[in-house]
């Protein structure tokens, strides 16, 4: 394929998507990431994208969102992985929420295994993926359907959240910056994401490396409110992913790194020692389950940050 055919190919994929990452342009034009990256430069120089985080984003800051089958067609394997780490910290008998979105769907699918398990959910595709788990009990919120990720949202959705009180919530977005956290680009979306949060006691984020430092225009989750995040290893060469990892470790974010380098006997994947992990407000923190290699340090630095985000929720 030569330069000018695959650079329009390249240019198609970003207008269609929103943002795609380097690895599924290099899979989708069949070369490799170092001549995706030649390309992306190139066409960033003639103001067509912008270069984001190991990936092409539409220029202009804010990303814009993608719909359902877009979705489902980017970072399949970076999804895969992060649902199976995200899956191990569940447990018998809990009663959580999972938000809308392809990566939640994926850790739906891996829930229907776990027993007892009562799942709250305003997602038609989670709800679907549980159904015929005959030990999940599935409770759906009201709302209005927005068909382009098949979500309720609304003030019925939010109305039915009111009192809800669950472990944790498992909720995924369209970025993941340290100083925003959790953002998505359509308000109604933000809206009930928040509701869902306001019911857990603990708040983990599945996000790929691609939304590490994109930033979109509503806010869902701040940081300082973010327990966990689970995310894939980005390319090596990824720098500012790396960086962004460490800006959320450093403001207590227990980061827990699926299918890391030199892990590939360890189905739970590795994590990135925070310098700062918070333990909940009130609550001891549980050590993850089997398989999971969690590091994270609590020192008296960790415990006054919890301190605090515990008197911002008063």
Known sequence: ????????????????????????LARVVQTSEVTVRRDV?????????????????????????????QKSHLATAEKTAIADLAAGFVEEGEAIVVGAGTTTQELARRLARVPGLTVVTNSLLVAQAL?????????????????????????????SLQGLRVSRAFLSGSGLTAERGLSTSNMLSASVDRALVQAAAEVVVLAD?????????????PTDVITRLVTDEPPAHDDRAATELQALADQGVQIAVAGASGNSGNPGGDAVPPRQARALPGQRRQVPGAGLRTATVLGDAGVERARVADMRRR
């Open 1 to 24: 394929m030569f330069a000018a055919e695959r650079r329009q190919l390249i240019l198609e994929m970003v207008r269609a998507n929103g943002a795609v990452s380097l690895r599924e």
């Open 41 to 69: 430069r190139a066409l960033e120089a003639e103001g067509l994208l912008d270069r984001r985080h190991g990936g092409a984003v539409l220029p202009g800051g804010f990303t814009r969102e993608s719909g359902f089958p």
């Open 131 to 159: 159904a015929h788990a005959n030990r999940v009990e599935v409770v759906m919120t009201g709302g209005t359907l927005r068909g382009s990720n098949y979500a309720l949202v609304g003030s019925g959705a939010e109305q």
């Open 209 to 221: 490396h691609t939304k590490l430092g994109t930033d979109t225009m509503f806010q869902t989750v």
